[in-house]
């Protein structure tokens, strides 16, 4: 960094994309708050959340897939994959406490099946993930056919469903404790400095002797196992699974990556563009909900605000709006 | 003389502060060969650019049958009768000759006339002299190939005048021979031909007048018999070139630290054998085609060789990856720095430490940013990368510091066998110069280097001993004293097979 | 046989890849299924095949020139619904009116997503996936909460796909998928012989060489977007008049089924090459194998989708494989030609 004084330095952070989401987060609280007393109450804070935490862990690591220049379409399958094989293997009768590291497994193992495809055979990642999210979503069903399954333990639905530390629930602190850690990793480690330059020049990389496929095979598995964390969650929140858990869902995880600042092309982006997305979502859905706009409406909102977040940018308003490239590349 | 067919009269062209162009004027004639030569940056591309409509001048007019134009892209540059084309040609792969020639044409009804179509397509490329089938998928094609199949679609476009950008810098001696035909032939035929080059001699062969810029200024227009290769060079630097061609001292040691044995790769290259010795430059020439290339990768663990041998510090070696031989000590430059070499758009700092990320890693796993920019830092003094800072990203650089910062990377990994592809294409000649005593440098420390380089000079120039490839057979190892250009040349284009 | 084969053209080698795969298909379900291969399993297959089809051709129009384009469930459902509702206000209506309408209506979808995609050079991925979001929601508004039932739609609109036009033996040739074949096939002339129709292949190969070779990128992606709109629009139509009953998450997840059939039917998902052959084969085989696991015994009518993604990533691996094969023999044979050559001038 070069020298800048204090003011003109925080000038330049509101000038990149992230700053210019975090107004918007801001106009949107106020607005929200303006609309309903209930709006900043912690409880209906807590509750925000955790109606699309399943999506949000997700996204966050959709953002190391993407910035990878890949991507991955079959989290929202695997989510119900992993929630209907929990189902499955409490129904045959399995202890739960040994079900949940069966099912990550089971969430490892698929994003190993992606990974193999993508990154040994050579497949894109578009089409390989396009097969899985059709292939098991198919397996979702093939294990619980078309029952649905509740009754699970009473501590297992507690811990999706009650506080955890306080009236914070489990899901909630797995989702900052994640996030915390995933920053760290992309931000400042060498591994995640190797996940912006392969997305960056996939052969420049190999050239200086990163092994490529290892590393889109870590990261496909580590989206397959996370996918299956947030399938279990899902499971626990609602207290029961069906062959359609999560359904769709991979199209909302990506709307909120890109939203946040993540080049489909690969190379650029952060962690915390793809928070303040998140929290712009679910903020704006909160704040459209109090207005009585149906669900169906909020996603044609985002997905406006989507194609506007591409455009953006390009107005310069004054200098206001900066570069929408930036992380760790640009820096 | 009848009036020109393209003129540039005193344009100036300006990106924000930066003088691209100033006062450039030239003149074009119908069934010429007007070759324009400059280093690197000389501003040769932005004229190309306001030929063919991409740029428009800030100052000065282009004037088309002594018309002032106003060429406003290049399609508009097209109906003019202007085109160009590149180094790289621009076919599409999964169309067939006739379809790519004929792609952009407009009218002519609805529906392709395959026949009308085919038999066109053949009268061009017969008159531009090649033997191709017409009905052949474009991805098939050698890059020779596909650059006659821009001419024709040029021709089809009733091209006047066509502009070659470094055409045959890809080539093989024998395809560069054929496409300078073709531009003669095409001159003779009233077209006006603008050839960009970097091979001063070629020009000899293929161009009625010859244009000398620098800085973005002309420096110099004469008929080529009125000129010569010292001449040239020396208006194209503007100053004498001192030791450029000038051959370094010999800093071989006894330590043989890399002995090579037969080295094959089925269908590529076949028993490569040479030993390199501590403090030594091996210089490996040959035409584009030799294979030089893909033994340096077979070296570098990217496409493992299939038998032979390699010694390596007195033990046997086998690599099947980058990270295997660069943990031998083996570094690999890459001759193509944009789509192989740097990760253009981040910063000089991270490609600076990218080979050698390991080693700038904290306790848990984390980049040591501080240590990272040092090294940079240092680099950048040592090498003289002009930046204003280490931050900056690297595409912003010029090709010469470009070419130091992958250079940097490498020398970071204090290797103990540098191999060196084209170290100097494509970069000025000042740049080349410093190039050259940076690997003389780390030579002269102990490093062993191979220097691939099509660049004969430089060959010369460089290389303490040099291999002679020809289409993936080792021809000769030359001591310095023995070679020459002609020699490597023979050998090169197996000249020497023939006659003896 | 492999000189043979190496020397026929790449998609045709495809299509005859698949057609041989289909049959294989259709042979092996023949041994597990009694009385498998007979006139209802046809009309069943051509009748969902009739708008597949369209959707297929849509889709693969776009993909070869590099994009995709997710909103075309969307689309699909909205033209299906608005099309039922003018038809309901105006049961006289002209039927040829009526599918203009619904091609019309599809279209301007499309170059809704075409002016972003060209003009404004936003990645079509990121337009569709919204106007995929976007569309839906215009259709939540305009359906207000209420949906089109087939008591609300003409008679001759509701029987017009399942009329016989032809039979051959007991496979009965119904109108929605000879009009829906009819149309693939004019689709695949269009784009093998007609001028313009080739630029979108040299766009999707190589965009930059296509822009300087004079092709005006812009307008080509945009018509490309607009002509998949309008076959969307039209597969609205069959959809409407097949179904009856329109609610508003009709055509719901068409996007991705309708790029695994062009995938499948080897349309290069980085575009530039492929057929609306190939993908119309697609489009059938990926029917008929769902079609035939509900009635396999052998195995639970769920594993339906499972083999269906198993079939996909299977083919497209195949497929990459046997092609890398194809060119390196094909670059072997071109170095002995001529090493030949060579030797005999030498």
């Known amino acids: 960094?070069?020298?800048?004084?204090?003011?003109?330095?925080?000038?330049?952070?509101?000038?990149?994309?992230?700053?210019?989401?975090?107004?918007?987060?801001?106009?949107?609280?106020?607005?929200?708050?303006?609309?309903?007393?209930?709006?900043?109450?912690?409880?209906?804070?807590?509750?925000?959340?955790?109606?699309?935490?399943?999506?949000?862990?997700?996204?966050?690591?959709?953002?190391?897939?993407?910035?990878?220049?890949?991507?991955?379409?079959?989290?929202?399958?695997?989510?119900?994959?992993?929630?209907?094989?929990?189902?499955?293997?409490?129904?045959?009768?399995?202890?739960?406490?040994?079900?949940?590291?069966?099912?990550?497994?089971?969430?490892?193992?698929?994003?190993?099946?992606?990974?193999?495809?993508?990154?040994?055979?050579?497949?894109?990642?578009?089409?390989?993930?396009?097969?899985t999210l059709i292939g098991f979503r198919g397996l979702a069903r093939v294990l619980v056919e078309d029952r649905g399954i509740t009754d699970f333990p009473d501590w297992f639905d507690r811990l999706g469903q009650q506080g955890l530390v306080g009236p914070i629930p489990l899901a909630i602190i797995a989702f900052f404790v994640l996030f915390a850690i995933l920053y760290v990793v992309l931000q400042r480690s060498g591994f995640g400095r190797k996940t912006y330059v392969i997305g960056t020049n996939r052969d420049v990389a190999a050239f200086a002797g990163i092994d490529t496929a290892r590393h889109k095979m870590i990261l496909f598995i580590a989206s397959g196992t996370v996918s299956a964390f947030a399938g279990l969650l899902y499971a626990a929140r609602v207290g029961a699974v069906r062959g359609d858990v999560a359904l769709g869902f991979e199209l909302d995880i990506i709307t909120m990556v890109l939203l946040g600042g993540v080049s489909i092309f690969g190379g650029?982006?952060?962690?915390?563009?793809?928070?303040?997305?998140?929290?712009?979502?679910?903020?704006?859905?909160?704040?459209?909900?109090?207005?009585?706009?149906?669900?169906?409406?909020?996603?044609?909102?985002?997905?406006?605000?989507?194609?506007?977040?591409?455009?953006?940018?390009?107005?310069?308003?004054?200098?206001?709006?900066?570069?929408?490239?930036?992380?760790?590349?640009?820096? | 003389m009848t009036a020109p067919l393209l003129t540039l009269d005193r344009v100036s062209k300006r990106f924000g502060s930066t003088h691209a162009l100033t006062d450039m004027s030239l003149n074009l004639f119908a069934g010429e060969v007007h070759a324009i030569v400059g280093e690197n940056g000389a501003g040769k591309s932005t004229m190309i650019k306001i030929m063919t409509g991409i740029h428009q001048p800030n100052e000065g007019r282009v004037l088309v049958d002594d018309e002032p134009r106003m060429i406003a892209g290049s399609q508009a540059a097209r109906e003019l009768g202007i085109a160009a084309i590149y180094q790289e040609p621009m076919v599409f792969p999964d169309l067939d000759v006739a379809?790519?020639?004929?792609?952009?044409?407009?009218?002519?009804?609805?529906?392709?006339?395959?026949a009308g179509q085919r038999r066109e397509a053949r009268a061009l490329i017969e008159r531009i002299g090649m033997d191709l089938d017409v009905d052949r998928a474009a991805s098939g094609l050698t890059l020779a190939e596909q650059q006659a199949v821009e001419i024709a679609r040029a021709l089809s476009q009733d091209v006047r005048v066509l502009i070659m950008d470094e055409p045959t810098a890809s080539l093989s001696a024998h395809e560069a021979q054929q496409l300078r035909r073709i531009a003669r032939q095409l001159a003779s035929d009233g077209v006006s031909v603008v050839y960009i080059s970097h091979r001063l001699e070629e020009i000899f062969e293929v161009a009625d007048r010859v244009t000398v810029i620098r800085d973005g200024e002309h420096i110099s227009t004469n008929p080529?018999?009125?000129?010569?290769?010292?001449?040239?060079?020396?208006?194209?630097?503007?100053?004498?070139?001192?030791?450029?061609?000038?051959?370094?001292?010999?800093?071989?040691?006894?330590?043989?630290?890399?002995?090579?044995?037969?080295?094959?790769?089925?269908?590529?290259?076949?028993?490569?054998?040479?030993?390199?010795?501590?403090?030594?430059?091996?210089?490996?020439?040959?035409?584009?085609?030799?294979?030089?290339?893909?033994?340096?990768?077979?070296?570098?663990?990217?496409?493992?060789?299939?038998?032979?041998?390699?010694?390596?510090?007195?033990?046997?070696?086998?690599?099947?990856?980058?990270?295997?031989?660069?943990?031998?000590?083996?570094?690999?430059?890459?001759?193509?720095?944009?789509?192989?070499?740097?990760?253009?758009?981040m910063a000089i700092r991270a490609n600076i430490s990218l080979a050698t990320l390991t080693g700038f890693l904290t306790r848990f796993g984390l980049i040591d940013r501080a240590g990272e920019k040092a090294t940079a830092d240092r680099f950048r003094e040592r090498l003289a990368i002009r930046t204003p800072d280490v931050e900056t990203e690297v595409g912003m650089l010029s090709g010469g510091n470009q070419q130091k910062v992958m250079l940097a990377k490498w020398l970071n990994m204090n290797p103990d066998l540098l191999i060196f592809d084209e170290p100097t294409r494509g970069i000025d000649v000042g740049a080349k110069a410093e190039v050259h005593d940076l690997i003389r440098t780390f030579v002269k420390e102990g490093g062993a280097a191979i220097v691939i380089s099509s660049d004969l000079p430089e060959v010369l120039a460089m290389g303490d001993r040099i291999l002679v490839m020809r289409e993936g057979q080792q021809m000769a190892i030359l001591d310095h004293d023995e070679a020459s250009q002609e020699r490597i040349m023979t050998l090169a284009t197996g000249q020497a097979g023939a006659a003896a | 046989m492999m000189r043979v084969l190496s020397n026929l053209n790449p998609q045709t080698l495809r299509i005859l890849a698949l057609l041989l795969v289909l049959t294989l298909v259709i042979l092996f379900f023949s041994t597990q299924?009694?009385?498998?291969?007979?006139?209802?399993?046809?009309?069943?297959?051509?009748?969902?095949?009739?708008?597949?089809?369209?959707?297929?051709?849509?889709?693969?129009?776009?993909?070869?020139?590099?994009?995709?384009?997710?909103?075309?469930?969307?689309?699909?459902?909205?033209?299906?619904?608005?099309?039922?509702?003018?038809?309901?206000?105006?049961?006289?209506?002209?039927?040829?009116?009526?599918?203009?309408?619904?091609?019309?209506?599809?279209?301007?979808?499309?170059?809704?997503?075409?002016?972003?995609?060209?003009?404004?050079?936003?990645?079509?991925?990121?337009?569709?996936?919204?106007?995929?979001?976007?569309?839906?929601?215009?259709?939540?508004?305009?359906?207000?909460?209420?949906?089109?039932t087939s008591s609300l739609l003409p008679q001759w609109l509701t029987s017009f796909p399942n009329t016989p036009l032809f039979e051959i033996g007991q496979f009965q040739f119904r109108a929605a998928f000879v009009v829906a074949i009819v149309i693939v096939f004019a689709v695949h002339i269009a784009l093998q012989r007609l001028r313009v129709a080739r630029r979108l292949y040299a766009v999707g190969s190589n965009p930059e060489a296509a822009e300087m070779a004079g092709i005006n990128l812009k307008a080509t992606v945009f018509v490309a977007f607009v002509c998949s709109g309008a076959l969307a629009g039209l597969a609205g139509f069959m959809f409407l008049a097949r179904f009856g009953n329109i609610t508003v998450v009709a055509g719901l997840g068409f996007e991705l089924?309708?790029?695994?059939?062009?995938?499948?039917?080897?349309?290069?998902?980085?575009?530039?090459?492929?057929?609306?052959?190939?993908?119309?084969?697609?489009?059938?085989?990926?029917?008929?194998?769902?079609?035939?696991?509900?009635?396999?015994?052998?195995?639970?009518?769920?594993?339906?989708?499972?083999?269906?993604?198993?079939?996909?990533?299977?083919?497209?691996?195949?497929?990459?494989?046997?092609?890398?094969?194809?060119?390196?023999?094909?670059?072997a044979r071109h170095h002995e030609k001529r090493e030949q050559k060579m030797e005999g001038t030498g």
């Open chain 1, 268 to 331: 650029s982006g952060t962690l915390l563009g793809t928070l303040l997305a998140i929290l712009i979502v679910l903020n704006l859905r909160n704040g459209m909900a109090l207005l009585n706009i149906t669900g169906h409406i909020q996603t044609g909102v985002i997905g406006i605000l989507l194609i506007a977040s591409v455009l953006l940018p390009r107005v310069n308003l004054g200098g206001f709006l900066g570069t929408r490239k930036q992380g760790e590349a640009g820096s």
């Open chain 2, 99 to 114: 379809e790519n020639i004929f792609i952009s044409q407009v009218g002519g009804g609805l529906f392709q006339n395959k």
């Open chain 2, 224 to 345: 080529i018999g009125e000129t010569d290769t010292d001449t040239m060079i020396a208006e194209m630097v503007g100053r004498e070139v001192g030791n450029y061609f000038a051959k370094g001292e010999n800093h071989a040691r006894d330590e043989v630290i890399l002995s090579v044995a037969n080295l094959s790769l089925q269908g590529v290259f076949e028993d490569i054998s040479f030993e390199l010795k501590r403090g030594e430059v091996l210089a490996m020439a040959g035409l584009i085609g030799a294979r030089r290339t893909d033994v340096a990768l077979a070296l570098f663990g990217i496409t493992p060789a299939t038998t032979g041998s390699v010694i390596y510090k007195g033990q046997p070696l086998t690599v099947t990856s980058p990270k295997q031989a660069m943990d031998a000590g083996i570094a690999y430059v890459s001759e193509d720095r944009r789509k192989l070499g740097l990760a253009m758009p």
């Open chain 1, 1 to 131: 960094m070069t020298e800048r004084s204090t003011l003109s330095a925080m000038w330049a952070r509101v000038q990149t994309w992230e700053g210019f989401l975090v107004c918007a987060l801001i106009f949107i609280v106020l607005m929200n708050t303006a609309l309903s007393p209930q709006f900043m109450t912690l409880s209906n804070q807590i509750n925000l959340f955790q109606l699309s935490i399943e999506k949000i862990i997700v996204a966050l690591v959709m953002t190391f897939v993407i910035i990878n220049a890949e991507i991955d379409l079959s989290v929202g399958s695997m989510m119900g994959l992993a929630a209907c094989a929990f189902g499955f293997l409490f129904q045959q009768g399995v202890n739960p406490v040994l079900v949940i590291p069966i099912v990550l497994l089971i969430g490892a193992a698929g994003g190993a099946l992606n990974g193999y495809f993508i990154s040994k055979v050579g497949l894109p990642s578009l089409v390989v993930t396009l097969a």
């Open chain 3, 33 to 148: 299924i009694s009385n498998y291969l007979n006139g209802r399993l046809f009309n069943r297959i051509s009748s969902s095949v009739a708008i597949m089809a369209l959707i297929a051709t849509a889709q693969t129009l776009v993909i070869l020139t590099r994009n995709i384009d997710l909103s075309v469930g969307s689309i699909v459902g909205f033209t299906a619904f608005a099309t039922g509702s003018l038809i309901a206000a105006f049961p006289n209506m002209n039927p040829l009116l009526l599918v203009a309408f619904s091609m019309l209506v599809g279209a301007g979808f499309g170059a809704f997503n075409g002016f972003f995609v060209a003009y404004a050079r936003v990645p079509a991925i990121i337009v569709t996936l919204a106007t995929m979001a976007l569309f839906r929601s215009l259709l939540v508004e305009f359906a207000d909460g209420k949906s089109i």
């Open chain 3, 257 to 331: 089924k309708s790029v695994a059939a062009a995938v499948v039917g080897g349309v290069n998902i980085f575009g530039g090459s492929g057929t609306v052959l190939g993908a119309l084969i697609g489009a059938i085989l990926v029917d008929l194998i769902e079609t035939s696991l509900v009635r396999w015994q052998l195995v639970s009518e769920f594993w339906r989708e499972a083999v269906l993604g198993a079939l996909i990533l299977t083919a497209v691996a195949l497929d990459a494989i046997v092609m890398r094969r194809l060119i390196a023999l094909r670059a």
